[in-house]
């Protein structure tokens, strides 16, 4: 068998074994020895034959035999030949963005290094020779793919076995272009971290994006975000980029401030009509605000400020619903707590303060917006009345008289209390009312009224009322005088009070009496010698009389309610003055006296009947020189004789007298007029026929009649 003709590594452990083949053979065996006593003999069919498990950078002497059926031949003459070194196992590592270093352990025997690069998606490498156990390949893109492959010489100058490629990729670009923004997931926040991408990094990077305020977020595309994230937060953002490599170097700082924090402390001030001045706590990394005022579900308004108050107009009487949102370049604060702040009620319109009576004044309005209550005050220099109430509508009672009041009427409800700046009414009460009254009667018909005052100034009246009769006087201090009051009457006094504010109340009546009517007729009728019946007309507030009959020789009254009165012991032929004195019932008097009255003559006395001649009677009594005639008169069953004396006379005839009769004898005076007193005696006589003579005092004077007294029968 011819010897091998050529024996190449193929790799550190195989030989490529190269030889002639023979006819007829089958196949072929190639021995295989060191000096080691390495023996193998391996078959192979043909030419080129692989023959591997060999050791590294070790020589063998190979042979080769040819084999048939018959059998195989012998060895053909040795073939020596050495395996190259084998493959560095090298590894790698990328330290930044832009290098990848390449390391391995010592290669027995390698007197040199080939290292070669490539670039995946590239058309160039480059390799680099060393003598060290490690390189490193700078300038290189980051995020790329690199194939690395590396190959130790031996000192034969032999390339040795090459290393398996290794793919390294380098650190992936540092996050450019990273920008920060508040995103909000229902009602929690976060921080929305974005970057650029670069497009031609190779394979999968991961992007690691942490805060200061020990917040991190992962992503393998250009944002994540950091959560949750609170108000008013300082962050320092970094991004990674990391993938199989490592991580890249941080991206610069991001200095983040989150939204600021809601305002608290929300206070409104009414600072002046129709101006409401909304205050809050200023907010760290606050740059403006924005208040927002709502009036009920319907109208809102914006208010915009860079300090911590906004004024806006607002209205009495409503509630407000209010809220202020602070902003940075973040974005806005959270809503904070709504204020609800019910302004003031509104001022009451149209306040009337009138007097209904002299110590009370009804104060009336229209209803005010937002008011549920009112209080109505009433004050003067001494004491304070108040009044509440739903109505618009409230009665101060009690108020003293000739006071001035000023009346405030305060709205108020239960949510902002009351509005104490509402204008104020002066309203004066009507005068205090007179007391003490006096009366003073200065005539039958004048009576002066005096009083005690205590008004500042006042018209006075005074009123005298009577049941047909009134009579009045006025004047502005504490008295006057009531004139012309009629006799008889009965009067109420009272005195009224009058300002510009109303008038009192009537003081507290005095009663007066006027001096009773004089009887406008009065009669005087004697009734007996010695007694007279007086009567007189009904006399006007008179409730009893004295009447008096006075003469020089004394007087004589009665005192009665009647308007007559019988009056005795009165003296005959006498001239009386007639008094009437009316009283009222409180004893009021008034003296009356009328014409003179003259009592009747004198009744004769001593009468007596003397029988005369032809048949006459002769009639006698006692002188009275009384410058009256005398009337004698007798009075039978069947026949009747009168005779008159002349003045001066006391004695008359009477003729042709029938006997046998009784008489009633009546001697009586005549008045002046002619008429008979006819108060007089009367006496009885009997007249016989006996021829007798009656009268112890006188003789008988006719022997055949007979007079006989007789006692007087009714």
Request: net charge negative.
């Amino acid at each position: 068998m011819d010897p091998i003709k050529t024996v190449k590594p193929k790799d550190s452990r195989t030989f490529m074994v190269e030889f002639n083949p023979k006819t007829r053979a089958t196949s072929y065996i190639i021995r295989v020895e060191n000096t080691n006593g390495f023996f193998r003999e391996d078959t192979v069919s043909s030419s080129p034959a692989e023959i591997g498990n060999l050791d590294p950078y070790t020589e063998y002497r190979l042979s080769i035999m040819a084999v048939n059926n018959a059998g195989r031949s012998q060895p053909s003459s040795p073939v020596a030949a050495r395996t190259v070194l084998p493959p560095p196992q090298i590894s790698t590592s990328s330290p930044s963005n832009d290098s990848i270093i390449v390391t391995w352990p010592p290669v027995a025997h390698a007197v040199q290094y080939t290292v070669s690069i490539y670039k995946f998606d590239s058309n160039t490498q480059e390799k680099y020779n060393t003598t060290n156990t490690n390189l490193t390949f700078p300038g290189l893109d980051a995020g790329c793919l690199y194939t690395i492959q590396s190959s130790a010489w031996d000192p034969e100058g032999r390339d040795g076995e090459g290393s398996l490629y290794v793919n390294q990729t380098t650190r992936p670009p540092t996050p450019s272009s990273v920008s920060v923004s508040v995103v909000m997931s229902g009602t929690l926040a976060g921080l929305s971290v974005s970057w650029e991408l670069n497009k031609e990094v190779h394979g999968t990077v991961e992007y690691h994006v942490t805060s200061d305020q020990n917040l991190t977020c992962n992503s393998t595309s250009n944002s994540c975000i950091l959560s949750p994230v609170g108000c008013g937060e300082i962050h320092t953002i970094h991004a990674t980029a990391s993938n199989e490599a490592g991580p890249s170097q941080p991206s610069s700082p991001v200095l983040f401030i989150t939204f600021p924090c809601a305002p608290e402390s929300l206070t409104l001030e009414e600072s002046s009509k129709g101006n409401c001045t909304l205050t809050w706590n200023n907010v760290p990394y606050a740059d403006r605000y924005e208040a927002f005022v709502k009036i009920g579900d319907v109208n809102e308004t914006t208010c915009n400020s860079t300090s911590n108050n906004c004024t806006y107009q607002c209205q009495c009487g409503y509630t407000y619903l209010m809220s202020v949102l602070a902003y940075n370049q973040a974005g806005s604060s959270p809503e904070g707590k709504m204020l609800n702040y019910t302004t003031v009620p509104c001022c009451p319109d149209n306040v009337s303060v009138s007097a209904v009576s002299t110590d009370t004044l009804v104060i009336t309005w229209t209803a005010s917006q937002g008011a549920e209550l009112y209080e109505t005050r009433a004050a003067d220099t001494s004491k304070v009345i108040l009044c509440n109430d739903t109505a618009p509508v409230c009665a101060l009672s009690g108020l003293s008289c000739d006071s001035s009041y000023t009346v405030v009427v305060t709205p108020c409800n239960e949510i902002s209390g009351c509005n104490q700046a509402c204008k104020s009414h002066t309203r004066d009460t009507a005068p205090c009312t007179p007391t003490k009254l006096i009366l003073t009667p200065k005539t039958s018909s004048i009576v002066g009224v005096s009083w005690t005052a205590n008004n500042r100034t006042a018209n006075y009246t005074v009123d005298a009322d009577g049941e047909h009769a009134r009579r009045t006087c006025t004047t502005s201090g504490n008295s006057c005088n009531i004139t012309d009051l009629p006799c008889g009457s009965s009067f109420e006094i009272s005195v009224t009070a009058t300002s510009s504010a109303g008038q009192s109340l009537p003081s507290y009546s005095t009663s007066l009496e006027t001096e009773p009517c004089c009887p406008v007729n009065m009669t005087a009728v004697q009734v007996t010698q010695a007694m007279s019946n007086v009567s007189w007309s009904h006399a006007k507030g008179a409730k009893s009389f004295i009447t008096s009959l006075a003469s020089p020789r004394g007087e004589a009254l009665c005192h009665t309610q009647d308007t007559h009165c019988l009056i005795g012991c009165i003296t005959c032929s006498m001239n009386y003055t007639v008094t009437i004195e009316a009283f009222s019932m409180s004893g009021r008097m008034s003296s009356c006296t009328y014409q003179g009255f003259s009592s009747s003559p004198c009744c004769p006395s001593g009468i007596k009947l003397y029988m005369l001649a032809s048949n006459s009677l002769g009639v006698y009594w006692r002188s009275t020189a009384s410058s009256h005639s005398t009337l004698a008169e007798m009075v039978g069953n069947s026949s009747n004789y009168t005779c008159t004396a002349s003045p001066g006379k006391n004695s008359c005839n009477v003729k042709n007298i029938q006997c046998g009769e009784v008489y009633r004898v009546v001697v009586a005076p005549l008045t002046p007029e002619g008429s008979k007193v006819l108060f007089c005696p009367i006496r009885r006589y009997s007249v016989t026929c006996s021829g007798s003579n009656i009268g112890s005092e006188e003789k008988e004077v006719l022997s055949s009649y007979k007079v006989l007294q007789l006692p007087l029968t009714i």
